[in-house]
């Protein structure tokens, strides 16, 4: 049989030789720190991150009053105010059953469902079934991308913060008073979870063609671990529409 020398790999095997102990210190140091650095690189890796991110999925719950809907609305310019003045309720689209774009969607007091994974974020609402599909993968938005009623977001973790940038979304109603957007909105969402589990999303939108500054408010939802999510029926032929 044969026998092969037996190597220790151990930095103190090759540091101790040395006789110069300040020489020995100074390697002996430089060595802990490229070791520190080695695992903070794989600790800080975008996998170990995600890892590391807070659980936001499951049911949620609103707990926001509805005045939250209208509060700390800023000033609406002339164009906006006009629209209003003239709006009839029955020409809202979703009377004839066509799903609100967001962020109206995003703001409607019924229950949501998150779906959370590391590359991608799925916020699936009880009403009209809309989803919402929130980028986590660090991709940029493609060179040619036409409105949609959703809009295209993408997402990050900052800290223990989710941070939602909402661009391209198609012009619409805001609310069901005739308040307009017009093709000019963005939306930026910061979803936290509270010491108590309660779920809050500061939400700031700026469209300058209807405010005259950006609009931010708080809303905030209770996770329910029961609920579920149920079908939204909406039928243009019934007799309430």
Not at 33 to 57: H, N, Y
Not at 146 to 166: F, N
Request: with cysteine; charged share 20%; aromatic share 12%.
């Amino acid at each position: 049989m044969l026998h092969g020398p037996v190597f220790n790999f151990s930095p103190r095997s090759f540091i101790y030789p040395l006789k110069d102990s300040a020489l020995r210190q100074n390697i002996w140091q430089a060595w802990k720190l490229a070791l520190g650095l080695a695992c903070l690189a794989v600790f800080s890796s975008p996998a170990s991150l995600a890892q590391q991110a807070p659980d936001l999925s499951g049911i949620w719950m609103a707990t926001s009053p509805r005045s939250i809907l209208t509060d700390n609305m800023p000033e609406l310019t002339a164009r906006a105010r006009a629209d209003i003045e003239s709006f009839d309720p029955l020409s809202d689209p979703i009377i004839r059953c066509v799903m609100p774009g967001f962020p109206r969607s995003g703001l409607i007091i019924y229950p949501f469902e998150i779906v959370q994974t590391d590359s991608m974020i799925l916020f699936l609402y009880e009403s009209f079934g809309m989803v919402r599909r929130i980028y986590m993968d660090g991709r940029q938005p493609p060179d040619y991308l036409p409105p949609s009623r959703m809009g295209y977001s993408l997402g990050h973790w900052e800290q223990d913060e989710l941070v939602i940038e909402t661009h391209n979304i198609a012009a619409g109603l805001l609310d069901g008073t005739g308040l307009n957007q017009y093709g000019d909105i963005t939306v930026q969402e910061r979803y936290r979870l509270t010491g108590s589990g309660e779920l809050q999303a500061q939400v700031d939108i700026t469209a300058p063609q209807t405010f005259a500054e950006p609009w931010s408010r708080l809303f905030s939802w209770e996770r329910d671990p029961e609920a579920m999510i149920f079908e939204s029926v909406c039928d243009p032929a019934d007799s309430r529409f």
